[in-house]
């Protein structure tokens, strides 16, 4: 079965960078079924893609956190790793990592980002001086 | 940019039908995904491409689409239902969620 493990500081100060490590067990991150994605909830609040990589370090970023987000594999430790700069307390959130299966091509256009379907638990993160 | 819009809230007595839904004008042309969350769980894949029905997922979940507005039905639906629910599909730069939307059960 399927494993995600987010890791990671609970706390970061404000202007500083938050980073956080994914470990998958029970499957192998160079799958090439599959990319490796961020997603983020802040308290209270609705789903937010952050975003994805593939095995062999292919991105999508969400475009209202591109400038501030890296994301990288490794996959001689199959883990996968988010990195967002100057943090604010909007950055506030439960974080997670989740394998999402490869897109489409309808007749019109090619997606290349899936549906979700195995989740790590979650990571809160605080973001306080 | 583009969004997928959710109704913040749905109430429904236990064993009737509920019905969610997602609009966004794209949808036409690409596939929908659903997901539950219930307090303090990470989300729960219950419907993909649509109408599909992920193993392990009760039968009373299942997914539709029309023009640009895509809707999961639960029918006869139970107090373990009661949940925040999430669509997800594709955009120009990767992907998205709706607002979400909490199924309350009476």
């Known amino acids: 079965q399927l494993q995600l493990q987010e890791s990671g500081p609970g706390l970061v100060k404000p202007s500083e960078t938050l980073s956080l490590t994914c470990t998958v067990s029970g499957g192998s991150i160079s799958s090439s079924s599959y990319y490796w994605g961020w997603i983020r909830q802040p308290p209270g609040k609705g789903l937010e893609w952050i975003g994805s990589?593939?095995?062999?370090?292919?991105?999508y970023y969400n475009p209202s956190l591109k400038s501030r987000v890296t994301i990288s594999v490794d996959t001689s430790k199959n883990q996968f790793s988010l990195k967002l700069s100057s943090v604010t307390a909007a950055d506030t959130a439960v974080y997670y990592c989740?394998?999402?299966?490869?897109?489409?091509?309808?007749?019109?256009?090619?997606?290349?980002?899936?549906?979700?379907?195995?989740w790590g638990q979650g990571t809160l993160v605080t973001v306080s001086s | 940019s583009y969004e997928l819009t959710q109704p913040p809230s749905v109430s429904v007595s236990p064993g009737q039908t509920a019905r969610i839904t997602c609009s966004g004008d794209?949808?036409?042309?690409?596939?929908a995904y659903w997901y539950q969350q219930k307090p303090g769980q990470a989300p729960v894949l219950v419907i993909y491409k649509d109408s599909e029905r992920p193993s392990g997922i009760p039968e009373r979940f299942s997914g539709s689409s029309s023009g640009t507005t895509v809707t999961l039905t639960i029918s006869g639906v139970q107090a373990e239902d009661e949940a925040d629910y999430y669509c997800q599909s594709a955009d120009s730069s990767g992907t998205l969620f709706g607002g979400g939307t909490k199924l309350t059960v009476l």
């Open positions: 990589i593939y095995y062999s370090g292919s991105t």
């Open positions: 989740a394998r999402q299966q490869q897109g489409y091509c309808s007749s019109t256009s090619c997606y290349a980002l899936g549906n979700f379907d195995y």
């Open positions: 794209a949808l036409p042309k690409q596939y």
